[in-house]
């Protein structure tokens, strides 16, 4: 069974920088993704990467956020810059075993999830 684990949520203040890292065991996936859940509100997609590289970066994160695997350590991390409050949330790592001609920042488009790591970030 796949199992998908992040790390790297902390508290920073605005204008800081995060690094999420995500672990992936038990198989490889083509594609990959962060995304995030604020409270009271749906997940949403952030970024995600597909095995050839291709990426997708959800608007608000634009020119702040990168996204990144390494597809021989089976690893995915997200790189935050200038990060704002309003990024505070739980971030979840999510991946997708088969190829997806849909949109890899919709939730609909993945297979396994992570249990989510908490970014709060304070003005």
């Known amino acids: 069974q796949g199992q998908l684990k992040e790390s790297g949520g902390e508290s920073v203040q605005a204008g800081g920088s995060l690094r999420l890292s995500c672990e992936l065991s038990?198989?490889?996936?083509?594609?990959m993704g962060w995304f995030r859940q604020a409270p009271g509100l749906e997940r949403e997609g952030v970024a995600a990467?597909?095995?050839?590289?291709?990426?997708s970066y959800a608007d608000s994160v634009k020119g702040r956020f990168t996204v990144t695997r390494d597809n021989a350590k089976n690893t995915l991390s997200l790189q935050m810059n200038s990060l704002k409050p309003e990024d505070t949330a739980t971030y979840y790592c999510?991946?997708?075993?088969?190829?997806?001609?849909?949109?890899?920042?919709?939730?609909?488009?993945?297979?396994?999830w992570g249990q989510g790591t908490q970014v709060t970030v304070s003005s």
């Open positions: 999510a991946a997708r075993l088969d190829v997806w001609g849909g949109d890899p920042l919709k939730t609909g488009g993945y297979n396994y």
């Open positions: 990467v597909e095995s050839a590289g291709d990426t």
């Open positions: 038990g198989y490889t996936a083509n594609l």
